[in-house]
């Protein structure tokens, strides 16, 4: 039930089941986003004394989104100080939405835009059902709660893995997930690439709520994350006396809290593990703002599914088909070859491992080698002539991030069949990521989270992808 006054702030009364008949009703306060003119203040009348009703309840009242519980209340109790109540009834109707819309408006000597939501309308019938506040716009506010989080380990292919993770969370929990732009290091100290400008943040949704930062900032946080409540969570263990989430301490941290002009008044503790629902309820925990994506890596099995919903937007998309149609005959085999000097170093010396980096992804020996960490030219042509062969492509679109090898590559290919014309761009990684998973077969590096990226998005649409050095990719849960 909607009932509409004078504009000004929303008021919320929010019901939660208590038993099969009592509820009780939250009032919650939060201001327009679009400027109102103050109105005067009028004298509060002297409410008469009334006699005093039998059933009582607490109430807490949300301003800005500070939460002040002001005790036990009756219905009819004197209103003193400011202070506003809520009660326990078994039914919700029109006649109680009016008391309470003239009690607060008596109580604040405000105007109010008032939402009364009844309980035939918040009676829940499963937890992933939303309790919104319309705002007047496209955004709202979501009164289950948001989660924020630094992509502030690794670059794009473990950012993606934890985005993915992250979204599960926040499906869980059933919270909105605020998507933070992606982190490169082209720029110093770091360059940020919003999530909607190379993917489709419409095609998210489908999947769980979410809100891009830059509309969260700049439309929502005022109102639901105020400057005096942005507190830092991070991981508290039992029994640690003290708590540092060390805040905005180093690279990409401090740059990327500081493009959106957040600072931080003190450091939570949160356990990822534990039952949000109970240990950090929205009343109390509205925004949790996390150090780091709260998500693992390499991405957990049951999570790569949601790749599915991770798309291309329409743009990015069209310029991607466009460029194919100009270089490339098809079909053509996508190519990631991982060379550059960091990663001939981060492949030394992990024969020992049983999993490194995105290995899980694939099916190898018990321990990781060399050659599938780092493979030899002369074994990355032989299984690309293998992959093409197989596949009767007439063009290769080679990704590398060292176009040495690459034109070493080029050289042996071209040495085995003239009818291949193999192809190399340096159009950034984002232009590599939107032709491989286009590619109408790719094969790609195991331990790579690059690679990943690719073998999740085609794997998730049905599309081919092999490994070098590998027998292929591991299978995927299957999803119930």
């Given at each position: ?35 109102q003119p ?7 009348p002297?409410p008469?004394?009334q006699?005093?009703?039998?059933k009582?309840?607490?109430f ?9 519980d ?5 219905r009819?109790?004197?209103?003193e100080?400011n202070q ?16 309470i819309?003239?009690?607060v408006?008596?109580?604040l ?6 939402l ?5 309308v ?14 007047g ?30 979204l599960?969370?926040?499906?869980q929990?059933?919270?909105t997930?605020?998507?933070p732009?992606f982190?490169?290091?082209?720029s ?9 400008s190379?993917f489709?943040?419409?095609?998210l949704?489908?999947?769980h ?7 969260f900032?700049?439309y ?8 005096s ?5 991070c ?7 003290q708590?540092?989430?060390k805040?905005?301490q180093g ?9 959106f002009?957040?600072?931080f008044?003190g450091d ?9 629902r109970?240990?950090?309820?929205p009343e109390?925990?509205?925004?949790i703002a ?6 693992t ?6 999570h ?23 270089h490339?005959?098809?079909?053509f ?24 980096m995105?290995s ?12 599938l960490c ?24 080679i ?5 040495t ?18 192809v190399t ?11 491989l998973t286009?590619?109408?077969?790719f ?6 989270s ?7 998005y ?6 081919h992808v092999?490994?070098f050095g590998?027998?292929?990719p591991?299978?995927w849960?299957?999803?119930?």
């Amino acid at each position: 039930m909607v009932m509409q006054a004078a504009s000004g702030t929303v008021l919320v009364i929010q019901t939660d089941l208590f038993d099969q008949q009592t509820y009780r009703y939250t009032i919650r306060s939060i201001p327009n986003l679009t400027p109102q003119p103050q109105p005067q203040p009028q004298p509060q009348p002297q409410p008469q004394p009334q006699p005093q009703p039998q059933k009582c309840a607490v109430f807490r009242l949300v301003v800005l989104g500070k939460y002040v519980d002001t005790g036990a209340f009756c219905r009819h109790s004197p209103v003193e100080n400011n202070q506003l109540e809520t009660f326990e009834r078994e039914s919700c109707n029109i006649q109680d939405m009016l008391w309470i819309q003239a009690l607060v408006a008596l109580a604040l000597a405000s105007q109010f835009a008032f939402l009364g939501l009844c309980n035939d309308v918040l009676r829940k019938s499963s937890d992933e059902e939303v309790l919104p506040i319309s705002r007047g716009n496209e955004f709202e506010v979501d009164l289950n709660g948001y989660i924020l989080y630094c992509p502030c380990m690794g670059r794009f292919g473990n950012q993606a893995a934890h985005l993915l993770g992250s979204l599960a969370l926040a499906k869980q929990v059933n919270r909105t997930l605020v998507i933070p732009p992606f982190i490169t290091y082209t720029s110093y100290p770091i360059k940020l690439v919003p999530y909607e400008s190379i993917f489709d943040i419409h095609r998210l949704k489908d999947f769980h709520r979410v809100i891009t930062m830059d509309n969260f900032m700049k439309y929502l946080s005022e109102t639901v994350w105020p400057p005096s409540q942005r507190f830092m969570y991070c991981s508290q263990y039992p029994g640690q006396q003290q708590l540092d989430c060390k805040t905005k301490q180093g690279n990409p941290f401090g740059p990327f809290w500081d493009h959106f002009h957040i600072d931080f008044v003190g450091d939570r503790g949160i356990q990822l593990r534990s039952n949000w629902r109970i240990t950090h309820p929205p009343e109390k925990h509205f925004v949790i703002a996390l150090r780091g994506a709260p998500a693992t890596f390499p991405v957990l099995p049951e999570h790569k599914y949601i790749s599915e919903f991770i798309a291309w937007n329409e743009d990015f998309q069209l310029s991607a088909d466009a460029w194919i149609a100009s270089h490339l005959s098809l079909p053509f085999l996508g190519v990631h070859v991982r060379a550059g000097s960091d990663w001939l170093n981060a492949c030394q010396g992990i024969e020992t491992f049983h999993e490194y980096m995105s290995s899980p992804q694939c099916r190898h020996d018990e321990f990781i080698t060399s050659n599938l960490c780092f493979p030899s030219i002369s074994d990355m042509v032989a299984s690309i002539s293998d992959e093409a062969h197989l596949h009767d492509v007439k063009s290769l679109y080679i990704a590398t991030d060292n176009p040495t090898v690459a034109a070493q590559m080029t050289q042996q290919i071209h040495s085995l069949t003239r009818t291949l014309t193999v192809v190399t761009a340096d159009n950034g990684p984002f232009h590599d990521l939107a032709i491989l998973t286009a590619a109408d077969a790719f094969v790609g590096n195991c331990v790579s989270s690059f690679t990943a990226f690719v073998a999740r998005y085609r794997k998730a649409r049905g599309k081919h992808v092999a490994f070098f050095g590998s027998e292929g990719p591991q299978p995927w849960p299957k999803m119930t």
